[in-house]
């Protein structure tokens, strides 16, 4: 699966298939060794997809990291393999050639995509690969737990995280203030939700609250919607081996959903239908027609951004606030928590095949250093990094990201890296949409669990 809206010019996956590459680690003398050359790809190029990663590894990345291994005494030449074509049909070549044996020596895919990789063995585990240098490597200390935990399976690190994001809880002060509410608005359980999405319909705001669901929004409803709500009543989607069901966590994130679109007017429940309904939801919250919108970085960013959005809001910062997403209630979220959050994220791998294990993870090292991870979100292209030392230094002038960076990554969720996930999120969305269709939460739930065991093989794979 993947973010439509992910992930800060990260390229989410690479492959060396029909690019030029017959294989990784090959060096330019034949093998003599005076030479170490490398590949490193993503799916990114120099004026089209993610034109500023690519842009990145060849100006800066390439002739830094030859010249400091220089210094080392170790003659490297690397070579970047661009590309810029559709994900998934990545995904497929990425895996052709993995299981050849062949592909670059460091190449990026998306983080959902970690488990099923290496449950294909695909991808191995770092310190596997590389050996002790892979988890000695300085960075770790900067990068949260729960950013690790994107690159790890089964309690294992396979990769390293190239950044994160996180989602909140986003309303219009304007029309807060018309409403009565307080500009420094942070709700404290679901119920506070709604009875600011009760204040926002009495002043006559067109949509009080906006939380995605249905298919036609994709995954933004699995990671925008049900996710943060199953974390909220303390669920997780996949947990010791199993999956969940029809739990009463997952029954209570589906009734927040009714309680919103089952006839209470606090949301539209025809905005889920449409094809295009999630740019609608942007356009209308920078209208100032949707109270309350859940999304991630990307609405700040990419959407709302006063030059550059694709639903510009001149007024953004002056008349945009965000919240955390809180619990059910109070201490009812996962592991306990007052407030929620999921997020995604790309990674930086190792090729098990590489002939130069040591010197490609240098190179994947070095490409998320300080100094690196500094030049690569210079003019403009300033995202939330996996280290927080960077994150401080960067994110300063940016409010929002320095919230996420400081104040949601720390709590945040990722969802299950396994292959099953992508039909699962389906499922997921198909319930919110019975829901929002007049279904009840445990209709809807029953229905869900039915389709999980055909997905997972089976009830003894699903805890309910």
């Known amino acids: 699966m993947r973010l439509r809206n992910r992930l800060m010019g990260a390229a989410v996956v690479v492959v060396a298939s ?39 590894i060849t100006n800066w990345v390439i002739p830094k990291f030859e010249a400091a291994e220089k210094a080392k005494g170790k003659t490297v030449k690397v070579k ?15 895996s052709l050639d993995l299981k050849s044996g062949k592909g670059a020596d460091v190449f990026d895919l998306d983080g959902i995509w970690a488990g099923e990789f290496a449950e294909a063995g695909y991808l191995k585990p770092l310190s596997d690969v590389v050996g002790a240098d892979a988890d000695n490597w300085d960075g770790w200390a900067q990068i949260p737990q729960s950013v690790q935990g994107l690159a790890t399976y089964n309690g294992r690190k396979y990769a390293l995280p190239v950044g994160t994001d996180g989602r909140v809880l986003y309303f219009n002060k304007t029309l807060f203030q018309k409403a009565g509410l307080p500009a420094d608005w ?20 067109p949509v009080p609250i906006q939380i995605n669901a249905g298919t036609a929004m994709g995954e933004a409803t699995t990671m925008q919607g049900v996710l943060p709500l199953l974390a909220g009543a303390g669920g997780q989607l996949q947990q010791d081996g199993k999956w969940t069901g029809a739990s009463q966590p997952l029954k209570d994130a589906l009734g927040f959903y009714e309680k919103i679109y089952g006839g209470s007017g606090l949301g539209d429940p025809k905005l889920q239908q449409e094809a295009k309904g999630r740019d609608k939801s942007f356009q209308q919250f920078a209208g100032n027609e949707i109270g309350i919108l859940l999304e991630s970085d990307y609405l700040w960013r990419g959407v709302l951004n006063p030059e550059t959005g694709v639903a510009k809001m001149a007024d953004r910062d002056q008349s945009v606030g ?16 007052d407030f929620v959050s999921m997020s995604g994220g790309a990674l930086r791998a190792v ?7 040591k010197e490609a993870f240098e190179l994947a090292a070095f490409t998320l ?17 996996p280290r927080t030392d960077v994150n401080k230094e960067i994110l ?30 389906v499922a997921l969305q198909e ?34």
Do not use: M
Request: hydrophobic share 35%; aromatic share 6%.
């Open 186 to 205: 942070q709700p404290k359980s679901w119920q506070e939700i709604l009875d600011a999405g009760d204040k926002l319909k009495a002043a006559g705001v």
């Open 431 to 464: 319930a919110t949409a019975e829901v929002v269709s007049g279904k009840t939460p445990d209709q809807a739930a029953a229905d869900y669990q039915a389709k999980l065991e055909g997905i997972v093989g089976g009830a003894g794979n699903v805890a309910s």
């Open 18 to 56: 029909g690019l030029g590459l017959t294989g990784c680690g090959q060096s330019s003398d034949g093998g003599s060794g005076d030479t170490i050359e490398l590949t490193i790809a993503q799916n990114s190029i120099a004026g089209g997809k993610n034109a500023a990663a690519a842009d990145y």
């Open 351 to 357: 090729n098990p095949n590489s002939a130069h294990p």
């Open 396 to 425: 300063s002038a940016e409010p929002l990201l320095t919230y996420i960076s400081d104040k949601v990554v720390p709590l945040t969720a990722f969802r299950p890296p396994v292959a099953a996930y992508t039909q699962v999120s």
């Open 322 to 337: 965000y919240a955390l997403i809180p619990a059910e209630e109070p201490g009812k979220g996962i592991n306990g928590q």
């Open 80 to 94: 970047f393999v661009p590309s810029g074509v559709d994900d998934e049909q990545y995904k497929t070549k990425l």
């Open 369 to 385: 250093s300080p100094d690196g991870l500094k030049e690569e979100t210079k003019n403009g292209n300033v995202r939330i990094t």
